[in-house]
């Protein structure tokens, strides 16, 4: 069974810092992508930022130079470094993964239960 396990999540400062991870467990061969969607109330999902095996990034315009995204391909994590943090940034922030293949399985795409980020004063 392979599960997408998300932590770090929680409530922030305006202009603080907090740093999100993403496990996937399971017998794990390969993941060709893995990255970082947020929702929040009442908007759509957007791609915050992913990351290909290789280590080639996509960062949203809206977080480029505040979040770094990172990949530990041996434990088959992503890490979502996210400074400067402003009160938009408040949202459900969900981990990805593309082109997983597992023991015996093939999935296209995997989601998170998703972690909460609040950012207020």
């Not at 770090?8 to 993403?22: A, E, F, H, I």
């Not at 009442?42 to 480029?64: F, H, P, W």
């Not at 998703?114 to 004063?121: K, L, P």
Request: proline residues 2%.
């Amino acid at each position: 069974q392979v599960q997408l396990v998300e932590s770090g999540g929680g409530l922030v400062q305006p202009g603080g810092s907090l740093r999100l991870s993403c496990r996937v467990s399971g017998s794990i061969f390969s993941i060709a992508a893995m990255g970082w969607y947020r929702q929040a109330p009442g908007k759509q999902r957007e791609l915050v930022a992913d990351i290909s095996s290789a280590g080639n990034t996509n960062i949203a315009d809206s977080v480029k130079g505040r979040f770094t995204i990172s990949r530990d391909n041996a434990k088959n994590t992503v890490f979502l470094q996210m400074n400067s943090l402003k009160p938009e940034d408040t949202a459900v922030y969900y981990c990805n993964g593309r082109g997983l293949v597992a023991a015996g399985l093939y999935l296209r795409d995997s989601w998170g239960q998703g972690t909460q980020v609040t950012v207020s004063s």
